[in-house]
């Protein structure tokens, strides 16, 4: 499965941007789906994760409240809508499917998601 990430952009503090995933080949229809960033200097951190489903989601607690994550099965595409950014939220964001299909949980752990997107780059101004 190829993923391809974009909506990435430079947007002020307290913004908006929508990232988008969209996957081609192998369907991902029956995989958790995941969001990741990487700043500077920093390891990727895990920022959402949505089932296979679509009927649950998890966020880490520093997007909380400001994150929200979807998914279009018929689109084949995945979707982070960020709002009221910060200058900390900058960073490369990755989308990720998980290696195992129809998992109960959502992983945490980038080492359970086995393709990954490019990455898009997100900076916020402050």
């Known amino acids: 499965v190829q993923l391809q990430a974009s909506g990435g952009g430079l947007v002020q503090a307290g913004g908006s941007l929508r990232l988008s995933c969209a996957a081609s080949?192998?369907?991902?229809?029956?995989?958790?789906m995941g969001w990741f960033r990487q700043a500077p200097g920093k390891e990727r951190e895990f920022v959402s994760g949505?089932?296979?489903?679509?009927?649950?989601?998890r966020y880490a607690d520093s997007v909380k409240g400001r994150f929200t994550m979807s998914r279009d099965d018929a689109k084949n595409t995945v979707y982070l809508q960020t709002t009221s950014v910060k200058p900390e939220d900058t960073a490369v964001y990755y989308c990720a499917r998980e290696r195992l299909t129809q998992r109960l949980t959502i992983p945490l752990n980038e080492n359970e998601y086995g393709y990954w997107g490019q990455g898009t780059q997100v900076t916020v101004s402050s």
């Open positions: 949505i089932s296979w489903t679509g009927g649950r989601v």
């Open positions: 080949g192998r369907t991902f229809t029956r995989y958790n």
